[in-house]
C-alpha cells in the first residue's frame, strides 16, 4: 500500500472524524510534509478533504474513483479481494493479471482498471473500454477442480453480475448463453474467462468482467453486431462504481465458496433461473448449419441443453442462440 492509500484507510476507518497531521505522521511513520504532500495530491484526484485548524483533517466526499485502499476497505470476501491492483490505464486486465498469476500472486487476486486500451472479448474481438464509466476486472482464481469444470465458473461470474445489477440498480438483467449479461434484449455486460491448465491440472482461471455502467450512447461504436445499453441508459440513474465492484466482489466470493463445496449444481440453478431463453424456443446458429428447439437447460460441461421436436436432447457447445421469433413460431 502506498502512503496515499494508507492515509485513504485512516479516514474511512476513522468516518467523520479529524485526524491531526501529527497522528497521521506517527501512525503511518511518515513526516508531517509527507502527510501534507499525499492530502495534497488526494486532493487533486477530487477527494474534498477539510483542513481545520488545532484538529486536523477529515474526508468529507470521494469522488467515483476504483483506488486499491479505497475497494479493500471494508470488504467481507473470504477469498476474493485480499490483494487489489488498480490501474488507471492499461491494455487488457485479464492480461495483467495472466501476468501476475504467472509471477505467482494470490488466489482471489483482483486487477482493476479505469480504461483499457485494448480491452478483448472472445475469438480476438474488441471490448469497448472508455475511461472513468464503466467496469473492467479480472480474477484470478486456483480452483482445485477437473479441467473440463472450468466452464462452471463463466456461469458462476454471470450469476454473480445479474445479481449485483438487479440489485444495485434495480435492473432486471437475465443471463444469456453463454457468456453475456442483457438488459431488454440488449448487452450490458461481457465475460472473458481465460485458464492455464495441462492435462489435468488447472493452474490457474482469470475471471474477466466488463460491466458497462454509466457508459453513454455516443461512446458506443456504431457498428455493434447486437444492441448494447448500460445501466445508466436503462435507468437514468448513475452508477457508484465503488459500491457496485464492492457489491460484485462480495456475491462472487459467496457463490465461489459454495461452488467449492457444494459443487455446480447450485450454481446452475440460479442461471437457468435467470436465464433470458429458458423454456423458449430458439435457432442455433453453428455454422454449419442451424438447429431449432426448446432450451431446457444447463449441463456439467456448461453446454445449453436443447432439446428437439423428436424429444432428442442436443448439446450446445458453441453456436448463435436466437429465439424464434413469434411469427415464425405461429406459422409453425
Ligand atoms: C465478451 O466477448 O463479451 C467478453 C468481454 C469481456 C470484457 C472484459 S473487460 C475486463 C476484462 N479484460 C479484458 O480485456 N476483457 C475482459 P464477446 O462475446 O466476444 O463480445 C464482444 C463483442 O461485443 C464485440 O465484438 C462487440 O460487438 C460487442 N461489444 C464490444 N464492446 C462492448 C461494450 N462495451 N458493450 C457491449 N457490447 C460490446
Redesign the pocket.
Known amino acids: 500500500m502506498t502512503s496515499r492509500d494508507k492515509i485513504l484507510s485512516l479516514f474511512r476507518t476513522h468516518p467523520d472524524q479529524y485526524l491531526s497531521g501529527q497522528e497521521i505522521s506517527r501512525l503511518l511513520n511518515i513526516s508531517r510534509a509527507a502527510v501534507w504532500k499525499q492530502v495534497k495530491a488526494l486532493r487533486q484526484l477530487g477527494f474534498e478533504i477539510e483542513a481545520k485548524h488545532s484538529q486536523g483533517y477529515r474526508l468529507l466526499a470521494a469522488p467515483d474513483l476504483l483506488l486499491a485502499a479505497e475497494i479493500e476497505n471494508g470488504l467481507n470476501c473470504q477469498y476474493i479481494g485480499q490483494s487489489v491492483i488498480s490501474l488507471s490505464e492499461t491494455?487488457?486486465?485479464?492480461?495483467q493479471a495472466r501476468r501476475l498469476a504467472e509471477e505467482g500472486v494470490l488466489e482471489g487476486t483482483v486487477v482493476v482498471?479505469d480504461r483499457?486500451s485494448?480491452?478483448?472479448?472472445?475469438?480476438g474481438?474488441?471490448?469497448?473500454?472508455p475511461s472513468g464509466v464503466?467496469l473492467?476486472?479480472?480474477i484470478l482464481l486456483r480452483p482445485k477442480i477437473p479441467v473440463q469444470q472450468a466452464p462452471q465458473l463463466t456461469f458462476l461470474s454471470a450469476v454473480a453480475v445479474a445479481e449485483t445489477l438487479n440489485k444495485i440498480c434495480q435492473l432486471s438483467a437475465k443471463v444469456k448463453w453463454p457468456?453475456?449479461i442483457v438488459v431488454n434484449g440488449a448487452?450490458?455486460?461481457?465475460?472473458?474467462n481465460e485458464m492455464s491448465a495441462e492435462t489435468e491440472q488447472i493452474h490457474f482461471v482469470i475471471l474477466?468482467?466488463?460491466v458497462?455502467l454509466n457508459?453513454l450512447e455516443d461512446q458506443?461504436?456504431d457498428k455493434?453486431?447486437?444492441p448494447?445499453?448500460?445501466a445508466f441508459l436503462e435507468t437514468g440513474k448513475l452508477v457508484n462504481r465503488l459500491i457496485f465492484l464492492q457489491e460484485f466482489l462480495q456475491c462472487l466470493d459467496k457463490y465461489y465458496s459454495e461452488f467449492l463445496r457444494e459443487g455446480f449444481v447450485p450454481i446452475r440453478r440460479r442461471w437457468e433461473n435467470l436465464c433470458n431463453m429458458m423454456n423458449m424456443q430458439v435457432e442455433v446458429d453453428q455454422g454449419s448449419g442451424n438447429l431449432c428447439g426448446t432450451v431446457v437447460g444447463l449441463d456439467a460441461e456448461g453446454a445449453l441443453r436443447v432439446q428437439l421436436d423428436n424429444g432428442q436432447i442436443e448439446r450446445i457447445l458453441a453456436g448463435d442462440v436466437s429465439p424464434v421469433s413469434k411469427v415464425n413460431q405461429e406459422l409453425n
Open positions: 491494455d487488457s486486465t485479464n492480461v482498471a483499457q485494448a480491452g478483448r472479448g472472445r475469438l474481438r474488441r471490448w469497448e473500454s464503466n473492467y476486472c479480472s457468456n453475456d448487452k450490458i455486460s461481457g465475460l472473458l474477466g468482467i466488463g458497462n457508459m458506443f461504436p455493434l453486431k447486437y448494447a445499453t448500460s
